[in-house]
């Protein structure tokens, strides 16, 4: 059924071999010819389908031809729909159909300029960008060239296509005229209203053009620089070059703005960042902790490192000498000792007479070099090495102290500290000092008809409000006295 649906159809597309075959079909009979017939009836699916030697001698289809072929074409079996010519467009025998739809659009100058630049970013050299203009054109100049041919007669178009089959590479001037037309594009694109003024007869362009200082000339429909150099015998292209933006890829000639467009171009070379590029910088850190930690003694957390050599003149010699720097990480003080080289054991002795000077280190940071790094292997080491029994007595005695210790300040607590509860004397306020009272000074170690006498210029109150010192002027200076060492001789009052 499948076979006489291909027979019929007239519409769709099969691949090469059905499609021979159907050709084949077609040209040598009549599709109306083509009749169905069943599997049971049809000898030839013996060979298709397969069978034994002995099923093949016991099959009489064989041999005899069915019934119904003995008898009118109008008794026979009915072809079971199949005079559809509709074939599925999922059979794998049919090509699949792709319609492509192209919209054209006419040309207008934007899109000119859009393909130029995509021309000129595609092409990293000068050279290699004119000599793919240069070929457009020469096509461009040909394809031309065979049109007008073509209309006037055919056998000079093939002896102009001889002629040009023999010159197959660019010329000088192809060169010279692939160049003048990407510099024109690149003008038209950027300075249409310049060229525009100057084509039609303006000696100047307008006041708000930003290369109005170069007194701009039309000379070829290019666009170059007037300048003041006209009297000058340099070359043309010296003395009147052409004008080019500065923010485009082609950047040559007389560029507008050129130290803009040049520091544009240096930041982004790799050799120019390689010879001036800064060191990477990023945001402060913040403090680490040991920075900031309070309650703590002097140079318990440190940071350390060397400095450099120094000459010093031991006898008759110049030997070097450096200096290692502590510093205390919370209140930046610091600790100098001298080392008398680089290695490991100058930085154990320097670390020995800093610890012996300040006291113990809790932590200690440096940049890890390779003297610090062994000082610390050899620092482990010589802990693993210490004798455990001797650490274990000297753990004990202090743990005996510390325990002493706390029970006399838990005695201290319980028992002394109650009894500075009571006041022993001086029970009652009395008159604050002021200021302008005139007091005597006591004086322990002279007699009293000595004592220097004062007046009281300012008094220091405590967090009660009660006077307790005051200052006063004698006759020589200012003294700072509590009032138990002054007596009140006139009130200011």
Request: proline share 4%; net charge positive; hydrophobic share 40%.
């Amino acid at each position: 059924m499948t076979v006489l649906r291909y027979i019929k159809n007239t519409t769709s597309r099969f691949h090469t071999f059905v499609a021979n075959r159907l050709a084949v079909i077609h040209e040598g009979s009549n599709i109306f010819d083509w009749r169905y017939i069943s599997t049971k009836s049809n000898p030839a699916d013996l060979a298709s389908r397969g069978v034994s030697a002995d099923g093949l001698l016991r099959m009489y289809q064989w041999i005899v031809p069915p019934d119904f072929l003995l008898k009118s074409t109008n008794e026979w079996p009915d072809s079971l729909n199949c005079d559809s010519d509709i074939v599925c467009t999922s059979d794998p025998e049919v090509k699949k159909v792709s319609v492509s739809t192209i919209v054209t659009s006419q040309p207008n100058q934007d899109n000119w300029f859009d393909l130029l630049n995509k021309l000129i970013d595609h092409h990293s050299s000068w050279y290699s960008l004119k000599r793919s203009v240069g070929w457009i054109l020469k096509v461009r100049k040909e394809l031309l060239h065979r049109c007008r041919a073509r209309k006037q007669n055919f056998e000079k178009l093939n002896l102009d296509k001889e002629k040009v089959d023999s010159k197959i590479c660019l010329s000088v001037t192809d060169m010279n005229e692939a160049e003048r037309a990407v510099l024109i594009a690149i003008q038209l694109q950027v300075f249409s209203s310049e060229i525009s003024a100057l084509s039609h007869g303006s000696d100047h362009v307008k006041r708000d053009s930003y290369i109005r200082n170069l007194d701009p000339i039309l000379d070829d429909s290019l666009l170059r620089v007037g300048g003041r150099l006209h009297e000058s015998n340099m070359p043309m292209e010296s003395k009147h070059p052409v004008i080019l933006p500065k923010n485009h890829h082609l950047e040559k000639y007389w560029i507008v703005n050129a130290p803009t467009a040049i520091r544009k171009l240096i930041s982004k070379c790799v050799v120019c960042r390689k010879q001036g590029s800064r060191v990477g910088e990023q945001k402060m850190a913040n403090l680490p902790e040991d920075c900031l930690l309070l309650n703590e003694p002097l140079f318990t957390r440190v940071g350390v490192d060397y400095f450099g050599p120094f000459e010093v003149k031991i006898k008759r010699s110049h030997v070097k000498r450096y200096g290692v720097i502590f510093t205390c990480l919370a209140s930046r003080a610091v600790h100098l000792e001298v080392a008398a080289s680089l290695d490991t054991d100058c930085y154990i002795n320097a670390l020995r007479r800093f610890i012996a000077r300040r006291g113990q280190v809790v932590k200690i940071r440096s940049d890890n070099g390779t003297n610090f790094v062994g000082a610390e292997k050899e620092l482990k080491r010589s802990i693993s090495d210490w004798n455990v029994e001797q650490i274990h007595d000297v753990i004990r005695r202090w743990r005996q102290i510390q325990y002493m210790a706390n029970l006399f300040w838990q005695r201290w607590i319980h028992e002394y500290l109650p009894l500075l509860q009571e006041r022993q004397k001086w029970h009652e306020i009395k008159r604050n000092l002021q200021l302008g009272d005139v007091v005597l000074v006591v004086d322990s170690n002279a007699a009293r008809n000595s004592w220097p006498m004062g007046i009281i210029v300012e008094t220091i109150p405590d967090r009660a409000g009660l006077i307790r010192q005051v200052k006063v002027k004698t006759a020589t200076n200012i003294l700072t006295r509590p009032v138990d060492k002054l007596c009140v001789i006139l009130e200011c009052d």
